[in-house]
Structures are given as C-alpha cells and as structure tokens.
Nanobody, 126 residues
Framework: QVQLVESGGGLVQAGGSLRLSCTAS????????MGWFRQAPGKEREFVAA????????AYTDSMKGRFTISRDNAKNTCYLQMNSLKPEDTAVYYC???????????????????WGQGTQVTVSS
C-alpha cells in the first residue's frame, strides 16, 4: 500500500506562484509514474501533469504548458508541481497520484493511477 501526502497549497494572488509537493510512503516510489490532477467546484477532475518513473518523460495539459512544471526527487520519495503565472481559473483541489506499474510512463489517464492523495486546496484570487 502506498500513501501519498500533498502539501504546499494555499491562497495566492493572480500572477503568483506555488509549489506543491507529494511525498509517498514505501520503497518503490522510484519505479512509479506520478501525476497531478485537479478538481474545481462543480467540475470533473482533470489531468494537469505527469512524469515517468525516471523523470525523463513528462506530459501536460495544453493550457498549463509553460506555466506548470512537474519534477521528482526519487531519493526523497517526492514529486513536485511548480505552478507559475497562476490564474483564478487554476483554483481547485489538486491531487497527486501514483501509477504503480513498474517503470511507468507519464500518463494522462486517471484509470492508470492506483493510489491517490487526499488533495490540497489552491485558491488564486483576482
């Protein structure tokens, strides 16, 4: 069983930045693909970004390319989401997820993810 704990959310003004962290329990974090998703009030959960097990491959939703950067530090069992130039429409609960397939790629599909964190709130004021 893998537990994921997100942190780093909060309130920020439009144009500001936040860095979310997702720390995983367990010894096999280094072979998992990791992803970030978000869910705004009244909307379905959507894909934000993903990174392969070794960090060599990443994927982003088009609207976030150039503003968001996903990275990972396998030595710390942690995945990050750096968010810059934040907009009010980025307001949502952000979830990290782990794809437990060994040597997983960067996937945008929710169904590929086996473990989910509890979410962290990001609020961007105008």
């Amino acid at each position: 069983q893998v537990q994921l704990v997100e942190s780093g959310g909060g309130l920020v003004q439009a144009g500001g930045s936040l860095r979310l962290s997702c720390t995983a329990s367990g010894r096999t974090f280094g072979v998992y693909g990791m992803g970030w998703f978000r869910q705004a009030p009244g909307k379905e959960r959507e894909f934000v970004a993903a990174i392969s097990w070794n960090g060599r491959s990443t994927a982003y939703t088009d609207s976030m390319k150039g503003r968001f950067t996903i990275s990972r530090d396998n030595a710390k069992n942690t995945c990050y989401l750096q968010m810059n130039s934040l907009k009010p429409e980025d307001t949502a609960v952000y979830y990290c997820a782990a794809d437990a397939n060994t040597f997983a790629r960067a996937s945008s599909r929710e169904s590929d993810y086996d473990y989910w964190g509890q979410g962290t709130q990001v609020t961007v004021s105008s």
